[in-house]
């Protein structure tokens, strides 16, 4: 497990869409399975910001931004499988 | 039987929708209905395509790489914006914001202030395939946001999206894609914004990914060819639903200015008409027609071997033009300005002042340095600019040499069009004979019949030496001479010799 490296997530998504809830639930579980306690995430509503859109080079959603540790990964999608959303994230499960 | 009650609801159906389409648009009367129209900003497409882009509507424009489907676009909207005070975005998948506007910083659009002013703005949307990932399902709603979120910032009434096509190369999930783009085209209607995409030209479709499909109501097509080493543009509407258009192939041009097109061969005639008369140039040469001189806005063509006198007789038109205080547009293709000025101050015509006084532009240019359409629209442009009320191209025949015979015919046609259009009288040298020239013959052969008036020149080689003869062919709408009138260059110019026999001769009208 990574030792003293911090996840810093963001989930970017557009209202309450089925699609979003479940990302919101997928990338929670995996965060609190595989990274506890070294992570923060941060959930996005583009309805209510979409100027945030523009920065983060958001097109599709669901897109869950990996911004540290560097470089910026970027998984879109309901994060429904959960290996590659480790191997996006580049975690390195136990 | 099944078969044909189902073509029946078909048809019932398309009835139905092309009722419901009108809705949108300004019913006049029963029968004459306008279709709203947004100008493109673009010189000359708006009369290709009626009054231009669908308003309210996405048109897509497609054509390989490199041949002005992004400076068309952005065309659209700067001039949209300065123009028609419509702001615009700008939403783009390749270059980035930066490159853009210094791409088109050289054709005097200056995005970063229109930026600053509000009235643009420019999303680049990147998509980098390596730091992406797919799982599970997405939508582009992303794109929406950004794509709603910047056109309700500035108010924007035009949008551009180039080239969405990036989308495909980015994100794997084709079935996806292909399901938001319909929904991208349909919010834009929705949205009620005019649009232009962009798409690459496909091998066997016009997009490689098949645009086509979704935007349905206009697709416009761009080509770039190369023929004979010479360049040409082209633009042609592939289809523009619920609005006639040209189906030509329309040549265009790249230049400083931007993106012109060339609408030609509006092939009515119905050219408003002048009795009014006016002077050659040469108070001799007027006299051998009955009317003492040419119809005003007609065309004159001058044929003749090497050596004729051509070139003279064209710079008496242009001086007689200068007298009567009338702006003159000299097309020389054989010599410089300063050159053509020197050898016509040997025979006392003194064009100098005139072009000091900009009452003549004497525009000099190798024939063979652009194509035929290109020379057409660069004649376009400058009677545009300079409003001549004579125009004079000399020679006609240089140009002949760069096309094939078809297309010289069309331009010829073409350029009569344009000049008559404008109610320009006009003055065409031709080379004849003497050339050996094929092509010459060519047009000697396409423009005598489009001319109103045929001069022609000759040189005889006597025993005692040489004489010249003039002879009026023809001369729509006018008696004339019909003899051979003999004619001498002097230091002072040309000398008709048996002009006063002439009065005699006049002809049978």
């Known amino acids: 497990m990574a030792e003293e490296e911090k996840y810093e997530l963001r989930l970017y998504v557009a209202g309450q869409t089925p699609k979003s809830i479940l990302a919101i639930k997928n990338i929670t579980k995996y965060c609190k399975e595989h990274l506890d306690g070294q992570y923060s995430l941060e959930v996005i509503d583009l309805l209510k910001n979409p100027q945030l859109a523009e920065g983060d080079q958001i097109f599709a959603i669901p897109t869950l931004v990996r911004k540290v540790p560097e470089p910026i990964r970027k998984i879109i999608g309901d994060l429904s499988n959960e290996e590659r959303v480790l191997v996006g994230l580049d975690i390195r499960t136990l | ?509």
């Open chain 2, 1 to 509: 039987m099944q078969c044909h009650s189902m073509q029946k609801i078909a048809f019932f159906i398309t009835i139905c929708h092309i009722e419901k389409e009108k809705n949108f648009g300004i019913m006049k009367s029963n029968k004459e209905y306008i279709f709203p129209k947004t100008r493109t900003g673009i010189d000359g497409l708006d009369e290709i395509t009626g009054g231009g882009f669908p308003t309210g509507r996405p048109t897509l424009i497609c054509g390989s790489a490199g041949c002005g489907k992004t400076l068309l676009a952005m065309q659209f909207l700067v001039k949209g914006i300065m123009e028609d005070n419509e702001p615009g975005v700008f939403m783009n998948f390749e270059e980035s914001a930066k490159d853009l506007s210094q791409n088109v910083k050289s054709l005097g659009f200056d995005l970063d202030k229109l930026i600053a002013q509000k009235k643009l703005r420019i999303d680049h949307v990147r998509i980098e395939q390596s730091e992406i990932e797919e799982t599970g399902e997405y939508d582009l709603e992303g794109l929406f946001i950004r794509l709603n979120y910047a056109i309700d910032t500035i108010g924007a009434k035009r949008v551009v999206l180039d080239t969405i096509e990036s989308l495909f190369g980015g994100l794997s999930d084709q079935r996806i894609l292909r399901a938001e783009l319909r929904r991208l085209f349909q919010w834009l209607k929705d949205k009620g914004v005019t649009a232009i995409i962009t798409g690459e030209r496909g091998e066997k479709s016009l997009t490689r990914q098949g645009l086509e499909e979704y935007v349905s109501d206009c697709v416009i097509l761009l080509d770039f060819r190369v023929i004979d080493q010479i360049a040409t543009r082209r633009l042609r509407i592939v289809k523009y639903r619920g609005s006639t258009h040209g189906s030509n192939e329309y040549p265009f041009l790249i230049d400083e200015d931007g993106i012109s097109v060339l609408p030609i061969t509006s092939l009515k005639l119905e050219h408003s008409v002048s009795a009014d008369i006016i002077s050659t140039g040469l108070p001799a040469l007027d006299k051998l027609f009955k009317g003492k001189g040419i119809f005003r806005g007609s065309s004159t063509l001058i044929t003749g071997s090497a050596g004729t006198a051509k070139t003279i007789l064209a710079s008496y038109f242009a001086l007689s033009s200068c007298r009567r205080r009338e702006r003159v547009l000299y097309f020389s293709f054989e010599e410089s300005p300063a050159q053509l000025i020197r050898n016509m101050k040997s025979l006392d015509i003194n064009l100098e002042p005139y072009v000091k006084s900009k009452l003549l532009h004497i525009h000099s240019s190798r024939p063979s340095l652009q194509g035929l359409e290109m020379h057409l629209l660069v004649l376009h442009k400058l009677i545009k600019e300079f409003k001549p009320l004579t125009v004079i191209v000399d020679p006609i025949s240089s140009l002949v040499t760069v096309g094939s015979s078809s297309e010289v015919r069309a331009m010829l046609v073409r350029l009569m069009d344009i000049l008559k259009g404008n109610g320009i009288t006009a003055l065409f040298t031709s080379l004849n004979n003497g050339s050996r020239n094929e092509m010459a013959d060519l047009t000697e052969d396409a423009i005598s019949s489009l001319a109103d008036t045929w001069i022609k020149l000759r040189n005889e080689e006597l025993d005692s030496g040489r004489m010249r003869g003039l002879l009026v062919v023809k001369s729509r709408g006018m008696g004339h001479s019909n003899e051979v009138n003999d004619f001498i260059i002097t230091d002072k110019g040309i000398e008709i010799l048996n002009a006063n026999k002439a009065d005699k001769i006049h002809a049978d009208k």
